[in-house]
């Protein structure tokens, strides 16, 4: 592979950060999070993280100035020269069509499970507060409650995980981000991918809809 620009596509939920850590490990290309980026402005207390906090616990988005910035310097790091993975950007119309001034993507993986699913992936998730790593209490919870296996750190829920906020985040999803879907479908780069399964399972589907091997 010369060169790979990915976008993983989805709900609140479905398993892209797992599926953009999976791809960047295989392939060598960093992942980028606008959600992880901007949660480190949040812990650092910066202006950004400040007008950050208060939109993602109301369970809506970051403004597009706000996250199109943001893209745009990540993208131009060395480490892009060989591709990415995009977590969570583009998510409205606007974005998207700044992207597209900004650089060519590749191909936009769309993955969708059902909303049970959704709601039981979410509230069992735990983050590192040091490195970030995820894990889930039921589907591969953590050696040492409350510890990651990963960097010792210590396991926390995000704020926005919970019922009420990801009820709304799924509603901001359906308004803003799935009107995408037919966005890249229009423009022949859209490979839809059943998200339900083991993680391991999806990886596979995501490289075979890619045509890659696993
Ligand atoms: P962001 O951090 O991007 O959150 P999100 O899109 O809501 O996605 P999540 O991180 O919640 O879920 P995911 O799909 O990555 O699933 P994961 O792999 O973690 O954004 C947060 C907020 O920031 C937004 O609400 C918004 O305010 C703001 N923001 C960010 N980007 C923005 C933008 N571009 N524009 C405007 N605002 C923006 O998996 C979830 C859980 O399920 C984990 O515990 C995982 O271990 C588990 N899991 C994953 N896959 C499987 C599987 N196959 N089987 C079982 N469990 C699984």
Same mark, same amino acid.
């Given at each position: ?20 850590? =999976? =791809? +960047? ?6 992942? %980028?999070? /606008?959600?992880?980026?901007?949660? @480190?402005?949040?812990?650092? !207390? ?8 208060q ?9 597009? !100035? %706000?996250?199109?910035? %943001?893209?745009k310097?990540r993208?131009? @790091? ?13 998510? /409205? ?5 700044? =992207?597209s001034?900004? /650089? ?55 704020? !926005? !995980? ?14 803003? /981000? ?11 780069? =859209?490979?839809?991918? @059943?998200?339900?399964? +083991? ?7 995501i490289? +075979? ?6």
């Open positions: 592979m010369d060169r790979l620009k990915l976008v993983l596509l989805g709900p609140p939920g479905v398993g892209k950060g797992t599926q953009a850590a =999976l =791809l +960047s490990e295989k392939f060598g290309i960093p992942k %980028i999070a /606008t959600g992880d980026i901007l949660r @480190n402005e949040i812990a650092g !207390d910066s202006p950004l993280g400040k007008i950050a906090r939109t993602i616990g109301q369970g809506k988005l970051v403004s597009d !100035d %706000i996250v199109i910035e %943001i893209i310097d993208l131009k @790091n060395k480490d892009c020269e060989r591709g990415f993975i995009l977590d969570g950007f583009p998510r /409205t119309v606007v974005q998207a069509d700044a =992207l001034h900004i /650089t060519d993507i590749d191909s936009v993986v769309s993955m969708d499970v059902d909303h049970p699913e959704i709601i039981h992936r979410l509230e069992g998730r735990r983050t590192c507060s040091r490195c970030q790593k995820m894990c889930h209490l039921e589907f591969h919870p953590p050696k040492k409650e409350g510890m990651c296996d990963d960097c010792g750190g210590a396991l926390f829920q995000r704020k !926005d !995980d919970h019922r009420e906020t990801i009820e709304k985040r799924l509603l901001e999803y359906d308004r803003m /981000t799935k009107p995408l879907l037919k966005y890249y479908e229009d423009r022949k780069k =859209l490979f839809p991918v @059943n998200g339900m399964g +083991s993680m391991q399972e999806v990886f596979s589907k490289l +075979s809809v890619l045509g890659f091997s696993g």
